[in-house]
């Protein structure tokens, strides 16, 4: 648990614990605020998943160890003090003594154990047994110890179950038990009702230990984030609104657009290096000059302070905004260096060509990416010409671990496994650098914050120099509102579920 660290919340990998975690709850919504009359205030969000176990919508239901205010720093929830060992690997966590169960069983630290322990067993298989070891003190405190580095961010995203309910239940049918259709949280939210695949409701929890959230009831509805049903007044807020939806509610006062950056997921053009084509940094140096990437962020509709970078980093760099600033579009000087690495304009076709081999190669990327036809326009200006392979995305991802591609469009998550794969010694694009592969293996041995930050700070030259791939942008999450949501705001503020029992509704 990182106190330096500010970044929003953010969906998790599918490769993550936490999300695995997150898969088996059982729940799902948006809150709602009491007005200034008696009337039951109410707010509705259309979610585009049909499952009740949302990741998001588990923080209505259930309370993590601690959450981001509205200016990102942490703050406790379920926790109320944390302290570790210098190196990381164990930490103290002291509970706050006055949360309960909405059945009115005190929350304990018996309760974190039972739920990670159930979370290492090998039925459910979604941590590896020795990943670490958890020892209660008292009702109130626990200690953990990672034998291993923790997987995905277990302080804010997993949530923790009541021992008291499932204790004597089987893990091996844990997606099967009846807690999850009628789940016992401890946080600001109570299940009421669910229709499978069209609705459920919640309630403000009068008992919360926070105070009864000010939106009395929250109504999840199921299905495609569809601007319709905000137009229509069906609903309060679409998380999840797609770029180019925006532009149908350009201008108009009724709703307000909330954003964050996801820096953890970035869509990338990898040069396969094991092509000829991209072996020399030079050649990767001209690939990335000739791209406008904040043209490309225009032509995708996203928000103009969506940030352009070149190098690897960790979440607290980005969002204290230590990342050195990224090639320009020059594409003049990419035509400089094209000639320099030999790659000579020709006088028929207009493709560059080295000793009568035409400066052609195929990317590889999935149906429903959109940034591949711009690059491929933006390389045919300075004499290269790309031809464009779309998949759906089971084919692409099967082509990305084979390595089988010339280029491919792909999302390089920033975490240190995947740089590991990409940038690592056994690099999948064939990039070999053995300062980069030594300092990621350093990297992936330290849980402490400042010594992550100062390996990367020396990774970042090494990047702006081999430019082993292109970033072209970062996840972007928007939200849509109707105006009367009051309390949202961008960066940390923009997904509701995450927050309800802090909005209020204004008529």
Known sequence: MSEKETAPRTPIHRRQFVQLCAGSLALAAIGCRRGRNRALSTITVLYETEELWDLPAQFLLFLPLVARSATGEVEGRLARSWRHSPDYHSWTIDLKPNVRWHDGVPVTAHDVKFSLDLFTHPALNLVPPDAYTVEVLDNHTYTITFHKRPVGYWDDYIVYYP??????LDPAKFYEWDFWQHP???????????????????EANADYYRGK???????????????????SGNVDVIPWVREMDLLKIAGDPRFRVYSTVEPEHITTIVWNQQN??????????????????????????????????????????????????????????????????????SHGDGVRNQGGKPFRFTVVGRLEDKAAVYIQEQLRRVGIEMDITALEAGAAL?????????????????DIDAHMEWFGESSR?????????????????????????????????IFQEDLPVTFLYPLVRTTVAHRRVRGMSSPYREDPVWYMDELWLED
């Open 276 to 345: 000829l084509l991209f072996r020399e940094a030079k050649v990767r140096r001209a690939l990335t000059l000739a791209i406008n990437r904040r043209e490309l962020h225009r032509v995708l509709n996203l928000p103009k302070e969506t940030p352009v970078f070149d190098v690897i980093f960790t979440r607290p760099q980005f969002w204290r905004g230590e990342l050195p600033a990224a090639l320009p579009y020059d594409p003049e000087l990419a035509k400089q260096l094209l000639d320099q690495a030999g790659w000579r304009a």
């Open 163 to 168: 021992r008291h309910l499932l204790e004597k």
């Open 398 to 414: 099967a082509r990305l671990k084979a390595s089988d591609f010339d280029a491919a469009v792909a999302t390089v998550d920033e």
């Open 429 to 461: 694009i064939g990039y070999r650098n053995r300062d980069v592969a030594g300092l990621l293996k350093q990297a992936a041995g330290t849980l402490i914050p400042d010594e992550a930050d100062r390996i990367y700070s020396k990774l970042m030259p």
């Open 184 to 202: 016992v949280g401890n946080g600001p939210y109570r299940y009421v009702r669910h229709v499978p695949k069209t609705m459920l409701e919640l």
């Open 213 to 231: 959230p000010r939106i009395d009831r929250v109504i999840l509805k199921f299905g495609p984030p569809a601007l319709t049903e905000l137009l």
